[in-house]
């Protein structure tokens, strides 16, 4: 797969569906401290939905779905918001009942005994799908406001991501991709009093 974080372009202040949010480098709140969240819903009246694509829980799905074909696959933290419900995106489609489309080939909810279907079967792999507990939402108006106290950087994607990648610089790696200047911010020390 071609390398996903060369193909990120900087969209300053524009939220929508499908776009990234990369934390700022000095954001303090725990919950977002250099993550990477994709937006799968936003509208201007109704807030914003995403997942943190960048912080990987100790739970596998087993432990919150026992009879899911695949046991092993790891289960990430979507964000602060809903961690008591199960959430996924996946490259399906029409494949599963009551998906929604985000970008590109990207989807999140649907049926999950579909997918579990699915894998059974060897009709998919676990590449094409990602767990998150919890999820990352804004009220009406209040993305806006982080954007506006730069927060949050607002990221295209031109390319796919790869739902397999997850490491610890996952940050850092988005940072750079989206330009220059980027760059130089990605390699500041998370606490700037100890540089």
């Given at each position: 797969?071609?390398?996903f974080f060369?193909?990120?372009?900087?969209?300053?202040?524009v939220p929508?569906?499908?776009?990234?949010?990369?934390?700022?480098?000095?954001?303090?709140?725990?919950?977002?401290?250099?993550?990477?969240?994709?937006?799968?819903?936003?509208?201007?009246?109704?807030?914003?939905?995403?997942?943190?694509?960048?912080?990987?829980?100790?739970?596998?799905?087993?432990?919150?779905?026992?009879?899911?074909?695949?046991?092993?696959?790891?289960?990430?933290?979507?964000?602060?918001?809903?961690?008591?419900?199960?959430?996924?995106?996946?490259?399906?489609?029409?494949?599963?009942?009551?998906?929604?489309?985000?970008?590109?080939?990207?989807?999140?909810?649907?049926?999950?005994?579909?997918?579990?279907?699915?894998?059974?079967?060897?009709?998919?792999?676990?590449?094409?799908?990602?767990?998150?507990?919890?999820?990352?939402g804004w009220?009406?108006?209040?993305?806006?406001?982080?954007?506006?106290?730069?927060?949050?950087?607002?990221?295209?994607?031109?390319?796919?991501?790869?739902?397999?990648?997850?490491?610890?610089?996952?940050?850092?790696?988005?940072?750079?991709?989206?330009?220059?200047?980027?760059?130089?911010?990605?390699?500041?020390?998370?606490?700037?009093?100890?540089?």
């Open positions: 797969m071609v390398d060369k193909h990120i372009e900087f969209n300053k202040g929508a569906k499908g776009k990234l949010l990369i934390s700022e480098p000095f954001m303090f709140d725990f919950n977002f401290k250099r993550t990477v969240i994709l937006i799968a819903q936003h509208s201007s009246s109704e807030g914003t939905t995403g997942f943190v694509l960048n912080r990987k829980s100790e739970y596998l799905i087993s432990d919150v779905y026992p009879e899911f074909c695949e046991p092993s696959l790891p289960v990430f933290i979507g964000g602060p918001v809903g961690k008591e419900f199960l959430f996924f995106i996946h490259r399906l489609g029409d494949q599963i009942e009551d998906t929604q489309h985000i970008v590109n080939d990207l989807y999140w909810g649907g049926n999950l005994e579909q997918i579990n279907d699915l894998l059974k079967n060897k009709s998919i792999t676990p590449n094409d799908i990602r767990f998150f507990i919890g999820y990352s009220s009406e108006g209040q993305l806006e406001c982080e954007l506006e106290e730069n927060s949050w950087i607002v990221a295209k994607m031109k390319g796919k991501i790869d739902l397999t990648v997850h490491d610890e610089i996952f940050w850092k790696k988005a940072m750079a991709g989206i330009g220059k200047h980027f760059k130089v911010m990605a390699n500041f020390p998370e606490d700037p009093s100890k540089n």
